[in-house]
């Protein structure tokens, strides 16, 4: 999809069928509707008393939506602040035996996936990784038997594999004791993650097998290795993770059938191959990650300046939103190559579009380009390239005529690193 400079346009919607149908080099996802449990969610982002007048910036999430870019995040995921508890089990089978100690496998994700998550949220998440068994699990049947499959549904397959989890693993593990699950399956079983990629998350789902007197609601998959061969897997092949687990906080696929065309290399919910990634300003604020005094709200006809600093350090103001309706608005931050923002080879503002009515997948956010069809100023393998030179610079401005809204980029601060922009609406 092509974007233009001026206005972004909605996504083409794809219907829920092809839902599943999605580009080779990213990872699915899938929820189901909770009934019995309540999440803690992330708190800072829903804030009843609104003494900051962020209200017309919290756009709701919409009936019907899976899962929702809204805020607050819908209750059923996993707790995204404070020190959340990690199960991790090591999962192989009669016809895909481990190779090698269970606890290396363990290894290719951790300690970098509790890094990636103190550093991505100032320190806000603390992720135990824990593994109360350091050996393979094997399950009973071959691995071909679960007929696993990309986009495969939670029924029957991964309602049995579970339950086989479960029944491997009840005697020796108290599934109470944790926040969410990863299954870590032995890389030997199934394709390659150049062929297809099959990791997938289950999250919110209270209707999945229970253990220990709770449901296994907030689970992640990950199969084979995302190696893409340019050696840089033992730095990078953790990342699919911190995506999958990204879905067990209630975030939403930002890649379409189109790949990543639509965020970039901005987001880790839409590429989590090649060098390390953020979380958009908006992801951070849902998390509870960014405070409400943290976030300006650009509701009220006239021109405002901002000063915001960038995303990849602690403290100061980090988000700058603009509403469109109830469903939809534009987001503003920096990004700059700091925190776990690698590969950024421009540095500037970042202007997207947000909306709460647009499922996982089928692109809910959408950046904008501030130098069209440029070809990008990277050369990074599995960064998309084309986005990577987005950011607005001193002097350039976003319009959405339409709505009647300009961000313009005034200066950046030689000092600080911050940049002041100017947010007009009629
Ligand atoms: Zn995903």
């Known amino acids: 999809m092509q974007l233009t400079r001026r ?35 992330s708190v800072a982002a829903d804030d009843a008393t609104d003494a900051l007048g962020l209200a017309p910036c919290r756009i709701a999430s919409t009936l019907g939506v899976q ?7 819908g209750t059923g995921y996993t707790r995204s602040t404070g020190e959340v508890r990690a199960l991790n089990l090591m999962v192989d089978f009669p016809d895909a035996p481990g190779e090698g100690p269970a606890m290396s496998r363990f290894a290719e994700f951790f300690p970098q996936t509790s890094d990636w998550f103190r550093t991505a949220s100032y320190g806000r998440l603390t992720y135990r990784p824990e593994t109360p068994l350091p050996d393979w699990l094997r399950m009973p049947m ?32 108290d599934f109470s004791a944790y926040d969410l699950v990863n299954i870590l399956v032995t890389p030997n079983a199934g394709p390659s993650a150049l062929d297809t990629v099959l990791s997938v998350t289950f999250s919110g789902n209270g209707e999945a097998p229970h253990a220990d007197g709770v ?37 939403p696929d930002l890649y379409t059938t189109e790949g990543g065309g639509a965020v970039g290399h901005w987001d880790i919910m839409s590429e989590d191959w090649g060098a390390n990634n953020d979380l958009l300003g908006w992801h951070k604020w849902k998390l509870g990650w960014l405070d409400n005094d943290q976030v300006r709200c650009a509701s009220a006809p006239g021109s405002r300046i901002y000063s915001l600093t960038p995303l990849g350090t602690t403290g100061g103001t980090k988000l700058a939103f603009v509403p469109v309706d109830g469903e939809s608005g ?49 050369r990074r ?37 911050s940049y002041r922009i100017r947010i007009t609406r009629s």
């Open 67 to 73: 899962m929702s870019e809204g805020i607050p995040t």
């Open 330 to 378: 534009y987001a503003v931050e920096v990004r700059t190559r700091e925190g776990n923002d690698e590969a950024v080879c421009e540095p500037g503002v970042l202007i997207y579009r947000v909306q709460s009515d647009v499922d996982t997948g089928q692109g809910p956010i959408t950046v904008a380009d501030s130098d069209e069809d440029s070809g990008g100023c990277t």
């Open 7 to 41: 206005r972004i346009r909605r996504p083409v919607a794809l219907g829920a069928a092809t839902t599943f149908a999605l580009a080779s080099l990213a990872t699915a996802s899938a929820t189901l509707p909770d009934r019995t449990r309540v999440s803690a969610g």
């Open 142 to 173: 071959p691995f071909a038997a679960y007929g696993m499959e990309r986009g495969s549904p939670y029924e029957p397959g991964y309602r049995r594999l579970v339950e086989d989890i479960v029944d491997a693993a009840d005697s020796r593990v």
């Open 215 to 251: 449901p296994l609601a907030n689970t992640s998959f990950v199969y084979s290795r995302q190696d893409d061969g340019s050696g840089s897997y033992h730095e990078t092949g953790y990342r699919v993770l911190p995506h999958e687990n990204g879905h067990v906080f209630g975030l």
């Open 381 to 417: 393998p599995n960064v998309h390239a084309e986005l990577s030179d987005a950011p607005f610079r001193p002097g350039e401005s976003f319009a959405d005529e339409e709505g009647g809204i300009r961000i313009t980029v005034l200066s950046e601060e030689p000092d600080t690193g």
